[in-house]
């Protein structure tokens, strides 16, 4: 098997076409994945350097020189085990109702989690979702090999037993007041097994994690599957506009339950900040005035 059969090996693995894999390289134009998988021409370094930076799970010296596994993290299996639970019946149906005078069904596939154990306790780890991780999050969420390379750690306390748990990298400010570029939300799973009934289990205007076939956001959530089959996102910081998604595009939900924030606002500093602001501009007025009445 030569470069190019690797590359074709490896987009035929990640479920990809050659356009997806393009894109997802962040290539406008997918004319050089073509050219390598018809043998045309090899990938150069920057195209091998694309691939390895945006997908950190593959293996650098298989792709290079074929040698051992596609996908890294043999070495981390003797400290943790990567599984997948799962519930009896994941295939279910959300809602049933009618819509603009037709009748629609929302399906889930839902009740399926993939987690790491600590291979000496058996315990469950709290996987670390950081902002690159989270590019390809949508696309192997269900695969154990991905959570094996990722961080992972343990919290005491009851509040972080008897559930699976996941920590996010928040991306954006979209959520500013509450959350900040960079901040860290730990997040309990909720099962989307049970239909409409754990739909209706969503705490209205309290913060989620979604995960779609596009993406992973951190929104306040409101339910309305029961009136159209959608679920309202809501963000914090009002310069972005509130939405909705379909609830058979929810692939993950992660009920938010703690966070880990490096921004510490200094709230005294800015009411005085304020305050200084006002008695200059107070100071400012009173010279105008003194100035009118010399003119008098």
């Known amino acids: ?34 050219t390598i998988l018809n043998k045309r021409n090899k990938p150069g370094y920057d195209t091998l350097a694309d691939i ?3 997908f950190t799970q593959v ?3 298989w792709l290079m020189l074929g040698n051992g596994e596609m996908l890294k993290g043999e070495e981390n299996r003797e400290s943790s085990i990567a599984v997948v639970k799962e519930s009896p019946t994941p295939e279910i149906v959300v809602f049933e109702g009618n819509k603009h005078g037709k009748s629609y069904s929302v399906k ?20 670390m979702v950081d902002t690159r991780a989270a590019a390809g999050y949508p696309q192997y969420f269900l695969e154990p090999e991905y959570f094996v390379d990722l961080p992972k750690f343990h919290l005491p306390g009851p509040q972080f037993r008897n559930a699976t748990f996941r920590c996010f990298q928040v991306i954006g400010d979209s959520m500013t007041e509450t959350l900040y570029p960079d901040d860290w939300v730990i997040c309990q799973y909720f099962d989307l097994s049970q239909g409409a009934r754990s739909f209706n289990a969503i705490k209205e205007g309290y913060v989620y994690v979604i995960v779609t076939d596009e993406a992973v956001l951190v929104k306040r959530l409101l339910n309305r599957v029961q009136e159209r089959g959608k679920i309202v996102l809501m963000s914090d910081n009002e310069a972005y506009a509130t939405r909705e998604i379909d609830a058979e595009d929810v692939k993950e939900l992660w009920y938010v339950k703690a966070k880990l924030s490096f921004h510490f606002p200094n709230t005294r500093y800015n009411t005085l900040r304020k305050i ?14 003194k100035k009118l009445e010399s003119y008098k």
């Open 108 to 127: 889930k596939e839902a009740g399926i989690v993939a987690i790491t154990l600590d291979r000496e306790t058996q315990e469950e780890n709290i996987a």
């Open 59 to 61: 293996n650098a010296e």
């Open 1 to 34: 098997m030569d470069i190019n059969d690797r590359v074709a090996t490896l987009i035929n693995k990640l479920g990809m076409t050659a356009y997806q894999f393009a894109k997802e390289l962040g290539y406008d134009r997918p004319e050089k994945i073509y």
């Open 276 to 289: 200084s602001g006002l008695e200059a501009d107070l100071v400012h007025l009173q010279e105008r005035v």
């Open 52 to 54: 390895l930076n945006h």
